[in-house]
Structure formats: C-alpha cells, structure tokens
C-alpha cells in the first residue's frame, strides 16, 4: 500500500501492443518509477491508439508490412528490427520477429484493456494493477509468442493469464461492448494532437513523446512535478 502523504504523478499512456516502441518505452519507464520510488506514486492508465486501424482480419506479414509503410528497402527493415530486438533485449523483453510475424489488427485488443481499466478502483496503484498486467501480456504474446492478439480465444486466455476473469473476456469480445470507449478514447487522443505512440502525458499536461531514455523523464518530472509541489 502506499503512502498517503507521498505525491500522486498520474502517467496516461497513449499506445498500441502493436508498437514495438511502446513496449520499449514502458521498460523505460520503469527505471524512472524506481528512482522516484518512495517519492512519487505514479498512477498509470493506459490508452488506445491504433497504429494500422484498417488491418485485415488476417494480418499481414511484418517485414512486407513496415517495408511498405515506411517505403523502406528489406536491409533497412531487418537492421531496425535488430536494433529493437537488442534495445529490448537489454531491458529483459525479447523479440521473436521470425518469418512468420505478421502485424494483426489490435481493435479487439483495446476493447480489453478498456475494460481492464474500468475494474480498477481510482485509489488502486495502477502502475502494477490489472490493466497493466493485461498490456504487458498482450506485448508478451504478440512479440515474443508470435500469438495473434486478434483472435477472440487468444485473447481470452492472455486475459486469463492476466489474473482477468477469461470467461467475461470471451463474453465481451463475443460483444460490442467497450468498443464505442475505443473510438471515443482514440478519437479524443487524436484531436490532442496524438499522432504517434508511444506518448506518455505526466500530471495531465505534460507531453513526454517516445520511448525516450530514462535520464529525460527524470529531467522533466524533477524540473516541472517536483519544483512545482516545493
């Protein structure tokens, strides 16, 4: 439990588990929440964004896909994938980007984590709560499992693996429930000029954007949180 006299910092996290990124920048973070440890209590709550909202049901293949996307040649794809992968790597998440990993449609996806959200109480430690658990499992079984994090039984079980109710989780994505929560969340981020993810936004008004080094979100939580409660 933590400590009622410490600083609340609330951290909105605006991703998609489809963001190589986004993962990234979360391993990040997590040295900035140790090194305020006892000083802050950081409440995170995650958000949606899709980076590809018009994904088949089939996916496509990754490699074709960034190539594409980006308009980049295979080399450069390969060599920035290595690069993510040893980032990850150094931070204790692995990439298994093998031939056949293809990017999914990650709607479904945020259906759950909305709902995932809305289980946490507002008093609740959110930066190790269920909705977290639930996103990391979700970053877990699309880049390191190679699972498809569009089907609706995938989900249920990495729901359940989350310590979420699997059951209530095949019932909601067998729904269209929480899905008017995504289109209203993505489109609000967007008309807040959220273009790209990974965006952390701290105490609800300062925009950190990217996977940035640690050593940046330290510089800002100290020069605007910190001196502003002194």
């Known amino acids: 439990m933590s400590d009622p006299a410490t600083p609340r910092l609330s951290v909105d996290i605006v991703s ?13 973070f997590q ?20 980076l590809n909202p018009d994904m088949p049901p089939e996916g496509e293949d990754a490699a074709a896909h960034v190539q594409r996307k980006y308009g980049i040649s295979a080399e450069q794809s390969r060599a920035n994938s290595g690069k993510m992968a040893a980032i990850a790597a150094e931070l204790g998440f692995t990439f298994n980007r093998g031939p056949g990993f293809r990017m ?13 959200g809305a289980l946490e109480e507002p008093e609740q430690a959110a930066a190790t709560g ?13 880049f390191t499992d190679n699972r498809d994090v569009s089907d609706h039984g ?15 989780a095949a019932a909601i994505l067998a729904s269209d429930d929480y899905a008017e929560m995504v289109r209203v969340e993505e489109a609000w981020w967007a008309d807040q000029n959220i273009t790209g993810v990974p965006a952390f936004i701290l105490d609800g008004r300062m925009l950190v ?3 940035q080094d640690p050593e940046v979100f ?10 502003d409660a002194a």
């Open 16 to 28: 998609d588990v489809m963001c190589p990124w986004c993962i990234i920048g979360w391993l990040r």
């Open 104 to 116: 999914r449609n990650s709607f479904d996806a945020h259906r759950l984590l909305s709902w995932a």
């Open 154 to 168: 995938v989900l249920a079980e990495v729901a359940a693996s989350a310590g979420l109710d699997g059951a209530r």
């Open 130 to 142: 269920v909705q977290t658990a639930l996103k990391l499992a979700l970053f877990r079984a699309h």
């Open 209 to 211: 954007p990217g996977a």
């Open 31 to 50: 040295a900035v929440m140790a090194h305020f440890a006892g000083r802050l209590d950081f409440r995170v709550q995650w958000h949606p964004f899709e």
């Open 218 to 227: 330290i510089r800002v939580i100290e020069r605007k949180v910190l001196a």
